[in-house]
C-alpha cells in the first residue's frame, strides 16, 4: 500500500530565508516521487521528480529534493524564498510501472515581505 | 506545443443542468485523470482511464460519468447538476512507468 503525508499544512518565511517542505511517504513497490505547485485558480505544474536516479533532485525555480529511503522522506526545500513562491504545494508518490498515484495533502507557502 | 486544455475554465449554471466539462490533451498520452478539488483541499481522483474504451471510477464516488472515444479527448459529463457538484474539476493526462502526470487549468464550476 502507499500513502503520503505533508506534515505542515500551512509554513510562513520571510522572502529571502529558506524554505522546507516536509513530505513522508510509505510504499510497497520502488516508489517514484513528485512536488507538484498550484497557484490560485490554476491548474498543478510540476517542480521536480525523482524516479530511482540520483537521489538529490534539483527543479524550476530553485527548488530541490532530497529522497531519503532510511527516512522514508522526500522534503522539499529552496536556500532563499520569493514572494512568487507563495502557493500550495503537494507531494506525490507513484507506483513505479504501475499506475496507482496518491497525493499528499498538500501545505500552503506563505511568504512574507 | 504539446499541452493539456480544459473548457470552459470557468461556469455557473443552475441546479439540474446537463454539462460536460471538456479536456484535451496533444501529448498523445494514454492515461488520463479527472479530479476533483474544492478550495485550498486536496485534490481526489474521480475517474481514470487507461486509453481508448476504458474508463474507472477512482476513489472518491461522483455522479459525474467519463467517456474516451478518441486518445485525446476525456470529457466528464454530469446530467443534473446540484449544489453539491460546485468544486474544482483538473484534468491531467500521464505517460510511461513513472506515472508523471500534467494538468490542465481546470474548471470552475458552480452550481446554484
Known amino acids: 500500500a502507499q500513502s503520503v503525508t505533508q506534515l505542515d499544512s500551512h509554513v510562513s518565511v520571510s522572502e529571502g530565508t529558506p524554505v522546507l517542505l516536509r513530505c513522508n511517504y510509505s510504499?510497497?513497490?520502488?516508489?517514484?516521487l513528485f512536488w507538484y505547485v498550484q497557484h490560485p485558480n490554476k491548474g498543478l505544474q510540476l517542480l521536480l521528480k525523482y524516479t530511482s536516479a540520483a537521489t538529490l533532485v534539483k527543479g524550476i525555480n530553485g527548488f530541490e529534493a532530497e529522497f531519503k529511503k532510511s527516512e522514508t522522506s522526500f522534503h522539499l526545500t529552496k536556500p532563499s524564498a520569493h514572494m512568487s513562491d507563495a502557493a500550495e504545494y503537494f507531494c506525490?508518490?507513484?507506483?513505479?510501472?504501475?499506475?496507482?498515484?496518491?497525493f499528499g495533502a498538500g501545505t500552503r507557502l506563505f511568504v512574507k515581505a | 506545443e504539446a499541452d493539456i486544455y480544459q473548457t470552459p475554465r470557468y461556469l455557473v449554471i443552475g441546479t439540474g443542468k446537463k454539462i460536460t466539462l471538456e479536456c484535451s490533451q496533444t501529448m498523445g498520452h494514454d492515461k488520463m485523470y479527472w479530479y476533483q478539488q474544492d478550495p485550498g483541499m486536496e485534490l481526489h481522483l474521480i475517474h481514470y482511464s487507461y486509453g481508448v474504451n476504458s474508463t474507472e471510477k477512482g476513489d472518491l464516488s461522483s455522479e459525474s460519468t467519463v467517456s474516451r472515444i478518441r486518445t485525446e479527448h476525456f470529457p466528464l459529463t454530469l446530467e443534473s447538476a446540484r449544489p453539491s457538484h460546485t468544486s474544482q474539476y483538473l484534468c491531467?493526462?500521464?505517460?510511461?512507468?513513472?506515472?508523471?502526470?500534467?494538468f490542465g487549468p481546470g474548471t470552475r464550476l458552480t452550481v446554484l
Open positions: 491531467a493526462s500521464s505517460e510511461g512507468r513513472h506515472n508523471e502526470q500534467f
Open positions: 510504499s510497497s513497490y520502488s516508489p517514484s
Open positions: 506525490v508518490v507513484s507506483e513505479t510501472g504501475g499506475f496507482k498515484t496518491i
